[in-house]
């Protein structure tokens, strides 16, 4: 069992499971582009960004459960799951939501390069993990009409 410091806390695991769900068909995606306008508040955007990371977690999980198939890379995207979640930031007094997303989108780019350069990730299974995060934060700070941030991408 991974270190407590690793593990999703329980209801994010709900969450994770109920978004995979919708990934493979019982239902449209919740986090696909098509959504529909969220409620633009810094708590709609925590709760997009905190699912980002659970669908993360919940994909770890799988890759635990099929060691025979992928070996070792379960925990590779866990500790990339865990960084993710570790950077998102908490929001700022008088923060607006789209001000707070790209503070996030920008803390798990820099987080991405540190785990490029500090893990070992021969395989970049972790690299992955953190870039589909990345990309799903861009594709939300583009449905709620937020700044261009994809020159910034590496």
């Known amino acids: ?5 690793m593990r999703p806390p329980e209801w994010l695991r709900r969450e994770a499971a109920l978004r995979h769900s919708h990934a493979f068909g019982q239902g449209s995606d919740p986090l696909g582009p098509d959504r529909g306008d969220p409620a633009l508040s ?7 960004l905190e699912a980002f990371v659970a669908a993360e ?8 459960q099929e060691r025979h198939r992928w070996g070792p890379v379960a925990s590779v995207v866990l ?9 998102i930031p908490r929001p700022e007094n008088g923060e607006s939501p789209v001000a707070y997303l790209e ?3 920008r803390a798990l780019r820099r987080t991405r390069s540190r ?14 993990t953190l870039h589909r995060v990345i990309n799903r934060s861009l594709a939300l700070n583009r449905s709620v009409g937020g700044p261009s941030l994809e020159d910034e991408s590496e």
């Open 1 to 5: 069992m991974p270190p407590a410091r």
């Open 42 to 48: 810094i708590e709609a955007i925590q709760r997009q």
């Open 57 to 64: 977690y919940l994909d770890a999980d799988v890759k635990r």
């Open 79 to 87: 500790s990339a799951a865990a960084a993710a979640a570790s950077a």
């Open 103 to 105: 503070r996030a989108i």
């Open 115 to 128: 785990f490029r350069l500090e893990e070992r990730d021969e395989d970049g299974y972790g690299v992955a």
